[in-house]
């Protein structure tokens, strides 16, 4: 079993930043890949970016590339979220995952098998 726990959300300013926070524990959470995902009221649920296991490899939403980055430490078992510039579109409760695979990367909520319980960003313009 993993226990996924986001932290960090909040109420910031069109262009401000925040960093969310996902910790592990359970099963060895460091070694399998993790990702971000949101969802906003009245829509589904999205992908916003993932990390391999070592960190190496990383993957992003075209509509958070370049504002947003992931990143992980595998000591303490955290997987961090770096938002920037952040926009009204962002507002959602964001979520962290596990995937159990050793395949590639993956966008689709379905490849992960454990989730976290949720923290809410809201941006406000």
């Known amino acids: 079993q993993v226990q996924l726990v986001e932290s960090g959300g909040g109420l910031v300013q069109a262009g401000g930043s925040l960093r969310l926070s996902c910790a592990a524990s359970g099963r060895t959470a460091s070694m399998y890949p993790m990702g971000w995902f949101r969802q906003a009221p009245g829509k589904e649920r999205e992908f916003v970016a993932a990390?391999?296991?070592?960190?190496?490899?990383?993957q992003y939403a075209d509509s958070v590339k370049g504002r947003f980055t992931i990143s992980r430490d595998n000591g303490k078992n955290t997987v961090y979220l770096q938002m920037s510039s952040l926009k009204s579109e962002d507002t959602a409760v964001y979520y962290c995952a596990l995937d159990l695979s050793i395949a590639a990367l993956s966008t689709r909520p379905q490849s992960y098998n454990y989730w976290g319980q949720g923290t809410q960003v809201t941006v406000s313009s």
């Open positions: 990390i391999s296991w070592s960190g190496g490899s990383t």
